[in-house]
């Protein structure tokens, strides 16, 4: 099969592409305003990239074109189409669908699904699960909405049988249905083999398709699905947050009764969905009273299950979240028959995730310094924060591994909700823990530097990328840690601090 995928540089569009080269098929894609990883890895993997929408892509003739939700019907100000190959396609009556479509009829048939849904944490903590997996030799197929380190790719398809190190395919033990809040005790399941192929996929609330507004996870039918959290999100398409708690329970409610939901005991929002109605057994995670808990600092504790302790992790992540992160990935691999403490061996080798606290450079400090001040390196970090949580539990993340040395957090309000200005207020909380704040306020539609006022100076605002650069540069000591925040690439500001730094 030949398929034309429009939208195809997106984190979900891409990772189809590789998954749907490596079936077989034949692959081509068009997007606009492309950027590293996702272009870089289409690239190597030999698909060709054709930049915009034009009507004249109808030539390539494919079997089937597969519509990201970046696509719409909408029109520029003079009145043509925004995405002139959209209008094409059905004004000739060609064959189409939507990616998480494609992908369920094509890929995720026959599979365990385990499906990671959330607020945050959703692609690192697919990765860990990913990552768990594979040291567990059970061989998953995955799709992550960014670049796993331990795998250098967001998509495979894995193995052919769900076979693990040990050899054979029995068929993993099936729980009773349970309701939110179940502490009944029962052992933790012994060591098996699931009896259909392994698929991890990250599970994204926000829409199917211009003309698919369901959440992109109702398509998936996991056997094994994550709840990590659930925070209001998605302003542009959900009204309030009781919106995206309804798409939560549509995901729920396609869990078979012999499957599992692995939920945060810590969210108000999930205990809601699930009192809507529950038909599979519950794990949960994170509070006092869950089944799954933690015991010690996010770099290195105990893994409780139901109060006995059953693992340690010990590895290179900070931060609280990342700690719950683990937890869920534990709790759900566990269905799948790897016992906790394999679990945690595994994390003890994960690498995280490209743009998840990732050190993109650091640069020997160049210029004057105080009398009796070490010249210690600046650090440059990039990470995907967008939400005023992410950002806050990055922040706080960071603020724990370098003690007290400076945080500059350096950030775009770049999502479709932080564009509409919906969580403005939240930003000076956000960034409580770090010692600047520079924000670029390029495009925004309200005021950044009244949203940030009460930080006073502490907080500086710039419309351009450059102009941000300079007001970093000039603020810039010794040993400072800069901590870039974007879901976007961010106008290059990580190579330009770099070259700004080494001429200070």
Not at 74 to 89: H, N, Q, S, V, Y
Not at 91 to 102: E, H, L, N, V
Not at 360 to 365: D, K, N, T
Request: hydrophobic share 45%.
């Amino acid at each position: 099969m030949h398929i034309h995928i429009l939208g195809i540089c997106g984190t979900f569009m891409g990772g189809l592409a590789a998954l749907a080269r490596e079936a077989g098929h034949r692959v081509t894609g068009c997007d606009a305003g492309v950027y590293p990883p996702m272009s870089d890895q289409l690239r190597a993997l030999g698909i060709e990239l054709i930049e915009g929408f034009g009507a004249d892509q109808m030539a390539l003739q494919p079997d089937m074109f597969v519509i990201g939700n970046v696509v719409s019907r909408a029109r520029l100000p003079d009145g043509t189409p925004k995405f002139p190959l959209m209008e094409a396609i059905l004004d000739a009556g060609a064959p189409y669908t939507s990616g998480p479509q494609w992908l369920a009829e094509h890929v995720l048939q026959g599979r365990h699904v385990l499906a990671v849904a959330g607020t945050h944490g959703k692609t690192t903590t697919t990765a860990m699960l990913a990552w768990i997996l594979e040291c567990a030799g059970l061989q998953p197929g995955f799709l992550v909405g960014g670049v796993p380190l331990n795998f250098g790719v967001s998509a495979r398809l894995g193995g052919l049988a769900g076979r693990g190190a040990a050899g054979g395919a029995a068929q993993v033990k099936e729980e009773p249905a349970t309701r939110a809040g179940d502490t009944e005790q029962s052992p933790l399941p012994p060591r098996a083999q699931p009896d259909r192929p392994l698929f991890v996929i990250e599970a994204d609330e926000y829409d199917t398709a211009f003309f698919d507004k369901r959440s992109k996870f109702v398509h998936y039918r996991p056997r094994t699905a994550i709840l990590n959290n659930l925070e209001f999100d998605h302003a542009d398409i959900f009204d309030n947050l009781a919106a995206i708690e309804r798409q939560f329970h549509h995901l729920v409610r396609t869990v078979p009764a012999s499957g599992r939901i692995v939920v945060n005991g810590l969210e108000e929002s999930l205990t809601r969905v699930l009192h809507q109605g529950c038909w599979s057994a519950v794990r949960s995670f994170g509070a006092a009273d869950s089944d799954f808990t933690a015991q010690g600092e996010p770099d290195a504790f105990d893994v409780l299950h139901r109060g006995q302790t059953v693992a340690r992790v010990q590895w290179s992540l900070g931060g609280v979240h990342n700690q719950l992160n683990a937890l869920a990935a534990i709790a759900a691999a566990e269905h799948v028959g790897v016992a906790p403490d394999v679990a945690a061996q595994a994390l003890g080798r994960f690498e995280n995730v490209k743009r998840r606290m990732e050190v993109r450079a650091s640069i020997a400090w160049q210029g004057a310094t105080l009398p009796g001040e070490h010249a210690a390196p600046v650090t440059i970090y990039d990470d995907f924060a967008h939400h005023p949580t992410a950002i806050h539990t990055t922040v706080n993340g960071l603020r724990r591994q370098v003690g007290t040395a400076r945080i500059l957090a350096v950030f775009e309000p770049r999502s479709n909700t932080m564009k509409l200005g919906a969580m403005k207020s939240q930003l000076p909380w956000s960034l409580e823990e770090a010692d600047l704040a520079f924000c670029h306020a390029g495009g925004l539609d309200w005021d950044a530097r009244e949203a940030l006022a009460s930080m006073g100076a502490r907080a500086q605002v710039a419309d351009s990328v450059d102009a941000l650069v300079a007001l970093v540069a000039a603020q810039a000591r010794p040993g400072d840690h800069i901590l870039c925040m974007s879901n976007g690439g961010f106008g290059g500001v990580h190579q330009k601090l770099a070259q700004a730094l080494q001429k200070k």
